[in-house]
């Protein structure tokens, strides 16, 4: 069984920064990409962020130049640095997880339960 594990929400000040860290635990043989969703109020789900086992990014528009996504995979946990936050930038954040449980599995997505983010004065 895996288990996604999100932490460090809460609310910060316009300008501020905070920074959300994700594990993934339980029966793992690889893990792909990690990566980051949110959901705002209102809206539909979101792409903030994704790394893969390799090192290599993709940010949504509205967050490059403000957040990085540092990944350890040795430890299986990836965090997201967000930076110069923004009012827009409020919502439920979700951490995933592309996961082999078994050498030739198929690859399955795993979330985590989301931790919520508010930016507001």
């Known amino acids: 069984q895996v288990q996604l594990v999100e932490s460090g929400g809460g609310l910060v000040q316009p300008g501020g920064s905070l920074r959300l860290s994700c594990a993934a635990s339980g029966s793992i043989f690889s893990i792909n990409a990690m990566g980051w969703y949110r959901q705002a109020p209102g809206k539909e789900r979101e792409l903030v962020a994704v790394i893969n086992t390799g090192g290599s990014t993709n940010y949504a528009d509205s967050v490059k130049g403000r957040f990085t996504i540092p990944r350890d995979n040795a430890k299986n946990t990836v965090n997201l640095q967000m930076n110069s936050l923004k009012p827009e930038d409020t919502a439920v954040y979700y951490c995933?997880?592309?996961?082999?449980?078994?050498?030739?599995?198929?690859?399955?997505?795993?979330w985590g339960k989301g931790t919520l983010v508010t930016v507001s004065p």
């Open positions: 995933y997880a592309v996961i082999q449980v078994v050498a030739g599995a198929v690859s399955h997505v795993y």
